[in-house]
């Protein structure tokens, strides 16, 4: 695995902790139990010969048990899995589900379980500790004790568990993530890797989950449209599913459609033996035409989503979010403040539009969040014009941009503010993922958004608070050049630096600080440098007029600069420029924002005269330092910086 791809949290091998007993019994499912699940009883009965935590003959199982389903999507995969999880809370004393797509979202949901299970309490430090609660996590599956209070806990008094890790893309997300052999436990995983049943996966059992048969696909057809007793249908249901080829989620959306527009089986057959109706079905692609292997083009014309009459807005946004978990607040709050011309303006309107996807199952809502399956997105996506998508894609960002927590200019470091962090943020990946696979033409417009290049340099400080620095680098070079692109247009344009938004350079100079300080992070002590000199050189000309100034970035562009000299062992440059970093706080206009700008001045020039062998000196200045930041934030200040 290339240095790249290694978990940018880090390992915790050992640390110390106060053991909690698990809050028994703890079913983590995010979404219901689905009432129009339909057969499966064959697979279903395959899962629990392979993942029960007893035998045949009733004797514990002492291992664990490994599974994979493998599937194109749409085949039904996380509603198999969904069934399974529901009808076998009896079986387990813990099910834990977790939305494995993406890498940053597994650190952040093993958080959730473990305040779940009550491994931490909510609030502490230890729950806001990434790695704090993936191990907790991991250990207590390792050996899931019921309670820790026993003087002689044994096997007996371990917990079954079932662990489902949905939509596994890549081997290398969840490695870090398993719990060791040997405990009492199972694990589901569901993919639509072919190679996910293959020990690649660290799967002893694999499951390549075939379309549904003709029998349960009919009858799953006649059960959603309530035709069960019409001899006609009966006859002509089976014809049918053989067209939507026994796919689950093409059966349902299809009996939504035959169902709201009044559809017999035979005018759908009708419909789909049209040639016009049938180039439409097999020509929607988005993949080049000698990778189109799967069912995928068919089901934009079976969801009929032309014919939306309230809610083609609302779905376009959706389809570019991350679909795994929309908080509803985030749509519903943009009501009548987003641009989109087709976006619901009201309240009601917004509701009329929720209704209209839930008719139709292109949407789910489970929890206040509301879900969306990716062939749905990817179809709404393929509809979408360049002007229409540019359109979509800002209001996206708009609407991200109202929820994220911005953390004060020169201060930053703010932990609080985690939690809400953590959920836009997998929203906000999906804006870049889509960003960087766009077309020339799509592209040259999305990069002159601003608003993206905040929000993704918003996104890589927060990756950076929290150990991830290689993921913020990344969106901060997407930033650096969007931002560099929009500077250069507006000088062309007004043949003046100073004519340039101060937005612009303000967001500009940001960046480069960050950049500068994710390179220290990697101990790149001439990058760091670079970008840092720039921070510093464009942050002396925006306060050059200036007497007194309202925050501390000026003087931490002096004490960084300073940084990167003692990184370079130049300590002689170094104390200069923190001591400049020194003045410059005092410019400062209030005497709280004074001492915490000094204290950190004075934290690196303490470390840089202790660097020198001169500790006497550095002794004094640290005690200093200390003082005047115990005065403002208390003594063991936990939420700050330092």
Not at 243 to 267: E, K, N
Not at 549 to 559: D, K
């Amino acid at each position: 695995m290339s240095s790249s791809r290694k978990d940018p949290i880090g390992h915790l091998s050992d640390f110390s902790t106060t053991k909690r007993d698990p809050i028994l019994p703890c079913h983590i499912i995010p979404n219901a139990r689905n009432r129009d699940f339909y057969g499966r009883q064959d697979l279903l009965r395959e899962i629990e010969e392979v993942m029960a935590p007893i035998d045949e003959n009733g004797d514990v199982r002492k291992d664990v048990k490994t599974m994979a389903i493998c599937g194109p999507g749409g085949f039904g995969k996380t509603q198999l899995a969904n069934e399974y999880a529901h009808s076998h809370t009896d079986m387990y004393e813990a099910i834990i589900w977790i939305h494995a797509e993406e890498a940053t979202t597994l650190a952040d949901e093993y958080s959730r379980v473990a305040e779940t299970l009550g491994l931490v309490l909510e609030g502490t430090s230890d729950a806001r500790d990434l790695v704090v609660t993936r191990e907790l996590v991991k250990g207590w599956l390792a050996k899931p004790m019921r309670s820790y209070g026993r003087d002689n806990n044994n096997y007996d008094d371990e917990v079954a568990w079932l662990l489902i890790l949905d939509n596994v893309n890549d081997p290398d997300l969840i490695s870090d993530y398993l719990p060791p052999a040997g405990s009492n436990g199972s694990i589901l995983i569901t993919s639509r890797d072919s190679l996910s049943t293959t020990p690649l996966y660290q799967v002893k059992n694999g499951m390549n989950l075939p379309p549904m048969s003709e029998r349960e696909a009919s009858e799953l057809l006649l059960k959603l449209t309530w035709r069960e007793d019409d001899v006609e249908e009966q006859r002509l249901s089976a014809s049918v599913a053989d067209v939507l080829g026994g796919m689950p989620l093409a059966l349902t959306q299809m009996a939504g459609v035959m169902t709201r527009q009044s559809l017999t089986f035979a005018d759908f057959l009708k419909k789909y033996e049209e040639e016009e109706a049938r180039s439409t079905l097999f020509g929607l692609s988005l993949e080049p035409s000698h990778k189109r292997v799967n069912y995928g083009y068919t089901l934009a014309s079976v969801w009929a989503l032309e014919g939306l009459k309230h809610s083609s807005g609302l779905l376009d946004v959706m389809a570019l979010l991350d679909p795994d978990g929309i908080p509803e607040e985030y749509l519903e709050d943009a009501s009548g403040k987003v641009q989109l011309d087709d976006y619901p303006h009201t309240i009601t309107a917004y509701q009329d539009a929720r209704s209209e996807l839930f008719k139709s199952s292109l949407i789910y809502r489970s929890n206040s969040r509301l879900t969306i399956h990716r062939l749905i997105q990817d179809c709404a996506k393929t509809k979408m014009q360049p002007e229409r998508f540019v359109k979509v894609f800002s209001t996206a960002v708009e609407i991200l941009l109202s929820k994220w927590p911005t953390a004060e200019i020169g201060v930053r470091h703010h932990v609080a503010r985690w939690k809400r962090c953590e959920m836009v943020s997998p929203h906000i990946l999906h804006l870049k993922e889509h960003y960087t696979r766009a077309g020339k033409v799509i592209q040259s417009q999305l990069i002159e958004i601003l608003d993206f290049a905040s929000l993704l340099n918003e996104l890589g400080w927060y990756f950076q608070e929290r150990g991830r620095t290689v993921e913020a680098l990344d969106c901060y070079g997407i930033s650096q050049i969007n931002v560099e692109h929009i500077i250069n247009k507006e000088q062309a344009g007004n043949n003046s630096l100073d004519q340039v938004p101060k937005a612009s350079l303000t967001l500009y100079a940001e960046i480069h600080n960050n950049i500068a300080g994710s390179e220290t992070e990697l101990n790149n002590a001439d990058e760091a440098m670079r970008h840092f000199l720039i921070y510093n050189k464009m942050l002396v000309e925006e306060h050059r007029s200036e007497i007194t100034v309202s925050n501390s970035r000026l003087t931490s562009s002096y004490f960084n600069v300073g940084m990167s000299y003692t990184m370079k062992a130049d300590y002689k440059n170094a104390v200069q420029w923190l001591k400049k970093a020194l003045e410059e706080a005092e410019r400062l206009n209030e005497p709280t924002k004074i001492k915490l700008a000094r204290s950190l001045a004075l934290i690196n020039l303490g470390l840089t005269y202790w660097l020198q062998g001169d500790f006497e000196e550095s002794s004094q200045i640290l005690e200093t330092a200390r003082a005047e930041r115990e005065e403002i934030l208390g003594i063991n200040d936990r939420e700050s910086m330092m």
